[in-house]
Antibody, heavy 120, light 112 residues
Framework: EVQLLESGGGVVQPGGSLRLSCAAS????????MSWVRQAPGKGLEWVSA???????FYPDSVKGRFTISRDNSMNTLYLQMNNLRAEDTAVYYC??????????????WGQGSLVTVSS | DVVMTQSPLSLPVTLGQPASISCRSS???????????LNWFQQRPGQSPRRLIY???NRDSGVPDRFSGSGSGTDFTLKISRVEAEDVGVYYCMQGTQWPYTFGQGTKLEIK
């Protein structure tokens, strides 16, 4: 059974940093694309980043230069390093798994989410 | 970025009646490989999103056959043939043809 367990969320001041982790199990982690998708309180879904099995990374303009997605295939873990955080980054961050090497069909599995609150 | 526009944003439905959600993209979602990467997700209250449909009309494993997807080019539809209580939640379309991938605003389905 696929399991994705996020951790690392919390409260951080504007301009601060936070690193999210996603522990994956139940599948061969190194062969799947992975992503982070966030949801601001009461709002819709927004892609934050994606990473291919080989480590190619993708970001929307809203987080480019501030967020870094990475993966440790030996530890079956996905990361999201978030720097220079802003109030508008406040959201639940979901770790999500592709069906294969691409995410074009959308994530077939999602974690339970980790809440990040940016506030002074 | 490709803008995904859903309608309606709120959908009150009587139990047992059909429901339909429209999703329009600001540009064609036909990818160079010939596939159309238009997907549908359901988010029940308090839960993580769950994919229902991928590549326009392919139902995920375990998704009831009362859910169906259709469309082409820039116009797509999610249909529920007979709404059940467990279908309450927010439905999102999502395009995976062009990065950044984008979601629609969401359609909130409630029981009348």
């Amino acid at each position: 059974e696929v399991q994705l367990l996020e951790s690392g969320g919390g409260v951080v001041q504007p301009g601060g940093s936070l690193r999210l982790s996603c522990a994956a199990s139940g599948f061969t982690f190194s062969t799947y694309a992975m992503s982070w998708v966030r949801q601001a309180p009461g709002k819709g879904l927004e892609w934050v980043s994606a990473i291919s099995p080989a480590g190619a990374t993708f970001y929307p303009d809203s987080v480019k230069g501030r967020f870094t997605i990475s993966r440790d295939n030996s530890m079956n873990t996905l990361y999201l390093q978030m720097n220079n955080l802003r109030a508008e980054d406040t959201a639940v961050y979901y770790c999500a798994k592709a069906d294969g090497a691409l995410l074009k069909s959308g994530p077939g599995h999602w974690g339970q989410g980790s809440l990040v609150t940016v506030s002074s | 970025d490709v803008v995904m526009t859903q309608s309606p944003l709120s959908l009150p439905v009587t139990l047992g009646q059909p429901a339909s959600i429209s999703c329009r993209s600001s540009q064609s979602l036909v990818y160079s490989d010939g596939n159309i990467y238009l997907n549908w997700f359901q988010q029940r209250p308090g839960q993580s999103p769950r994919r229902l449909i991928y590549k326009v009309s392919n139902r995920d494993s375990g998704v009831p056959d009362r859910f169906s997807g259709s469309g082409s080019g820039t116009d797509f539809t999610l249909k529920i043939s007979r709404v059940e209580a467990e279908d309450v939640g927010v439905y999102y379309c999502m395009q995976g043809t062009q990065w950044p991938y984008t979601f629609g605003q969401g359609t909130k389905l409630e029981i009348k």
